[in-house]
């Protein structure tokens, strides 16, 4: 008998053995190969944990268990990603562009197929973040957080709690109110109150959410990006649209901000782990995008993060601090009621941006500044003949 | 005066005129052909006709430039001549102090500002502890001017006073003898003299307000956008490069002939200023 349960034991053992290297980098053989290795990897800033406020170091941690160094290198925003990648200066082999940017790199032929056979732990995504619009068939892109627009507000300054996209555009606000300082996002804005679609191709439509936006200009105390932060938390402003996750630090400093998913709705974005074309080790990087889907890695990324994970594991999760948390996972009607933004063709952005440029010159009287030129010019003559004749002068002396 | 220059002369210099090529021909080439071509490389007059809608941005950059530089000649000239009376320890030490804060990065600077000027910032806040009305400072043409003024000032102190600080004593010694007064010895030698450090001081604060940007977005809350901006914007978040190099292409030419007409007020004789 005694010899049977050890023998069951060992068998049990030897079983929870095999389950133990089923993953790829605990095998001895997949680490021989790699070590020594190394991956680039281009991400957002601060979008990933790195060790600081306790958190695990995530690029350090792949080291260790597959051997394989991760040269990381930051980016500011979509556009100087795609710029890098476009001139072919540097070549990375895993880069985090949002869901548009991933559209457009797929139209361009820049991003490599994944090889899902290695990607395990795709299960974990939710199927709400599968096939989207940008990827429909998702052989391009993993998911890696998502996030939502909603209006910031402070609670003890406004006169009733707004809910809706309209508040932006009530005089009592005037002055009050910041504004997304990018022509997609401000735009959308303009277009949930208008019922439009966000990616709509029509330019009469860009007409009519650029006289939305020009009818709110005069109320807008600034248009920003992340002096939201500053402004918000230091009470210089009522109302301001922004990202939930960011809107979480905002409360920690100022808890008078209060948050709302407008009635209009929203649009919300997925960030996505892609492998682009001319990747030196794209087993390398897709071990490294099923790292991330690991439900302990994945976690660990949430919790510093702030936005929301597509990962099931972490959103059923009641260990995690923001499970179940209403502003970064909001109730199914809110998620219904969203857009995406798509990649628009050239000649859509070329329309929304010359009305970008429209809205930044319009609105003002320049008559002043003609009036203000036209005298320093005739000035200037003035200043020229004058010198003329003195030189002359002294000449005839 | 001229000498022919010898083989060794031309291999030394080889290297810069390679590398103004490179980095300085090349890509006011490329400009001048995104300029005046469109998306598919084929030539075209449209960027250049569409900038009739960005007639008030250039007016109002040039205005601003132009704002920007009297108010830093008025400061700079007294505070350039004040510092170039007083002992050789002291003007090093003035000269320090305003070296200074360009040592930090300008954007940084101008951060800084913001939360001087906010309307919950440090100068609205003192107002308010000693009971007056906080003022609106942040997100005006007038911040914008402040941040511009701030920022570039600089260059109009430095060429005003290494030429005044150059200028021959017994020239003013002899003024005074001749009867001057203190007042006259300034208007009428001091200040002319000093023309060619105004001059390049003028062209120094006057070309990059005009072409500035970052300041006029985070001082003037993207409310009173300079060219500089639009620029930025054509080639950050449109990709427009064609008409953002037709911008900069004629901003670069109104500064070229802003700089030519300045040039004619210093002769070719005089020293100091420097050319551009």
């Excluded at chain 1, 303009?190 to 939305?212: C, E, I, M, R």
């Excluded at chain 1, 949430?302 to 936005?307: H, L, M, N």
Aim: with cysteine; glycine share 6%; aromatic share 14%.
């Amino acid at each position: 008998m005694k010899r049977l349960i050890s023998i069951l034991t060992l068998i049990f053992m030897s079983a929870s053995l095999i389950t133990a290297t089923a993953e790829p980098w605990d095998s001895p053989s997949y680490k021989a190969q790699l070590t020594g290795e190394y991956i680039n990897v281009y991400n957002w800033g601060e979008y990933i944990a790195d060790g600081s406020e306790g958190t695990l170091d995530l690029n350090a941690e792949f080291t260790r268990r597959t051997g394989i160094k991760v040269n990381y290198t930051n980016y500011a925003s979509n556009e100087d990603m795609y710029a890098k990648l476009k001139s072919g200066g540097a070549t990375y082999d895993v880069i985090i562009p949002s869901d548009y940017m991933v559209q457009r790199l797929i139209n361009e032929n820049m991003l490599e197929k994944i090889n899902f056979d290695n990607i395990t732990n795709f299960h974990y995504i939710d199927d709400r973040y599968k096939n989207l619009a940008f990827d429909p068939t998702n052989e391009f892109s993993v998911p890696y957080t998502v996030g939502m627009v909603g209006l910031i507000y402070n609670s003890e300054m406004v006169s009733e709690a707004p809910d809706s996209w309209t508040a932006m555009w009530d005089e009592q606000y005037s002055g009050d109110i910041l504004m997304f300082n990018n022509p997609r996002d401000a735009f959308a804005i303009s277009q949930f109150v208008l019922g439009l679609s966000l990616n709509t191709h029509t330019p009469d439509d860009w007409a009519l959410a650029y006289d939305k936006l020009l009818e709110q200009k005069p109320l807008i105390q600034s248009y920003v990006m992340d002096e939201i932060f500053n402004k918000m938390e230091n009470n210089e402003a009522i109302l301001a649209p922004y990202y939930a996750g960011d809107f979480l630090s905002m409360k920690d400093n100022n808890d008078a901000l209060e948050f709302v998913y407008p009635k209009e709705g929203t649009n919300y974005f997925v960030d996505a782990m892609c492998i682009p074309k001319g990747t030196q080790n794209k087993t390398a990087a897709e071990m490294y995008i099923n790292f991330m889907l690991e439900p302990d890695i994945a976690l660990e990324n949430a919790e510093y993060i702030y936005y929301a994970s597509p990962h099931v594991e972490v959103i059923n999760n009641p260990d995690y601090s923001l499970y179940q948390n209403p502003v970064i996972y909001p109730d199914a009607e809110t998620l219904a009621n969203t857009q995406i933004f798509e990649d628009l063709p050239t000649e859509t952005m070329q329309v929304m941006t010359n009305y970008w440029d429209e809205l930044k010159i319009d609105g003002y009287d320049y008559t002043t500044y003609y009036v203000c030129f036209g005298a320093a010019i005739i000035g200037v003559i003035a200043l020229t003949i004058y010198r003329n004749h003195k030189k002359h002068k002294y000449d005839y002396d | 005066m001229k000498k022919s220059s010898s083989l060794w002369a031309r291999l030394c210099a080889a290297p810069y005129i390679v590398w103004m090529i490179i980095f300085i021909a090349a890509p006011l080439l490329m400009v001048a052909y995104y300029a005046f071509t469109d998306a598919a490389g084929n030539f075209t007059l449209k960027n250049i006709v569409a900038l009739d809608g960005y007639a008030g941005i250039f007016i109002r950059s040039i205005w601003y430039g132009i704002i920007t530089t009297i108010i830093s000649l008025i400061i700079a000239f007294p505070f350039a001549y004040a510092i170039s009376q007083k002992s050789t320890k002291y003007q090093s030490t003035m000269i320090m102090l305003l070296m200074v804060p360009m040592w930090m990065n300008f954007l940084i600077r101008t951060y800084s500002w913001m939360n001087i000027l906010s309307d919950n910032g440090i100068i609205n806040t003192a107002l308010k502890a000693i009971g007056f009305a906080p003022i609106e400072m942040i997100n005006t043409p007038g911040a914008v001017i402040l941040g511009m003024v701030y920022n570039f000032m600089p260059y109009m102190v430095l060429p005003i006073y290494s030429v005044i600080s150059k200028m021959d004593r017994n020239i003013i010694e002899a003024a005074q003898d001749l009867g001057c007064n203190k007042l006259k010895v300034i208007t009428r030698v001091v200040l002319p003299m000093s023309v060619p450090g105004i001059v390049s001081g003028i062209t120094m604060v006057f070309v990059p307000s005009v072409s500035t940007f970052y300041i006029s977005q985070k001082l003037g809350g993207g409310k009173y956008d300079l060219i500089g901006d639009t620029i930025e914007r054509q080639f950050q978040t449109s990709y427009n490069y064609n008409l953002g190099a037709s911008i900069s292409l004629v901003l670069m030419i109104l500064l070229l002939v802003c700089m030519a007409f300045m040039n004619t007020f210093t002769s070719d004789d005089e020293e100091g200023g420097i050319v551009i």
